[in-house]
T-cell receptor, first 116, second 110 residues
Framework: NAGVTQTPKFQVLKTGQSMTLQCAQD?????MSWYRQDPGMGLRLIHY???????DQGEVPNGYNVSRSTTEDFPLRLLSAAPSQTSVYFC???????????????FGSGTRLTVV | SQELEQSPQSLIVQEGKNLTINCTSS?????LYWYKQKYGEGLIFLMM?????EEKSHEKITAKLDEKKQQSSLHITASQPSHAGIYLC??????????FGAGTRLFVKA
């Protein structure tokens, strides 16, 4: 049982390049989300989805796009990478949306992205 | 907007000693999570608290949500090197969102 799989684990991009961070889960969780983790700032929510076809913005959505065509996958797209997007990105899933039931999040192992 | 403040930011303890980490919210907490992150890795779920006064334990780690539901504490008894890492608290804010604190870095000296 793989849980939440993020790929790639490491990536270096040049400013202006685009790329997609992949997140796949095999737990049939309704809720999926993307966070970025920066030193001293903790985890900040980028985008989230409560189910296939439904996405919404989090705290820091600018420069990122998401889509959710299946329950299993929730890719995060960087449209035109900037040095400010250098960060560690985590995908997190939950059986139900926050506020519904007492479930915890399952996190992927993260993607470390550097934009030069 | 709701904010979570964790204290201390970092902590160095001698193996075998007890320690407490605090998480204080600017608003009432309705769902409070504790996670542990090993350096350079993902986050591992420890426990979730929802009711004021609730207390849960996981091995030698105990977390409590105070009666007013604006602060949670995480207590580790007889710390071990395996407890080292970053401890993060998270809170549901409504609108299907969860925020996290900046984390407390714990170092355990053998």
């Amino acid at each position: 049982n793989a849980g939440v799989t993020q790929t790639p684990k490491f990536q270096v991009l040049k400013t202006g390049q685009s790329m997609t961070l992949q997140c796949a889960q095999d737990m049939n969780h309704e809720y999926m989300s993307w966070y970025r983790q920066d030193p001293g700032m903790g985890l900040r929510l980028i985008h989230y989805s409560v189910g296939a076809g439904i996405t919404d913005q989090g705290e820091v959505p600018n420069g990122y796009n998401v889509s959710r065509s299946t329950t299993e996958d929730f890719p995060l797209r960087l449209l035109s990478a900037a040095p400010s997007q250098t960060s560690v990105y985590f995908c997190a899933t939950r059986r139900t949306p926050p506020g519904v039931g007492d479930y915890g999040y399952t996190f992927g192992s993260g993607t470390r992205l550097t934009v030069v | 907007s709701q904010e979570l403040e964790q204290s201390p930011q970092s902590l160095i303890v001698q193996e075998g000693k007890n320690l407490t980490i605090n998480c204080t919210s600017s608003k009432t907490l309705y769902g409070l999570y504790w996670y542990k992150q090993k350096y350079g890795e993902g986050l591992i779920f420890l426990m979730m608290l929802q009711k004021g006064g609730e207390e849960k334990s996981h091995e030698k780690i105990t977390a409590k949500l105070d009666e007013k539901k604006q602060q949670s504490s995480l207590h580790i008894t007889a710390s071990q090197p395996s407890h080292a890492g970053i401890y993060l608290c998270g809170a549901d804010t409504g609108g299907f969102k969860t925020i996290f604190g900046a984390g407390t870095r714990l170092f355990v000296k053998a």
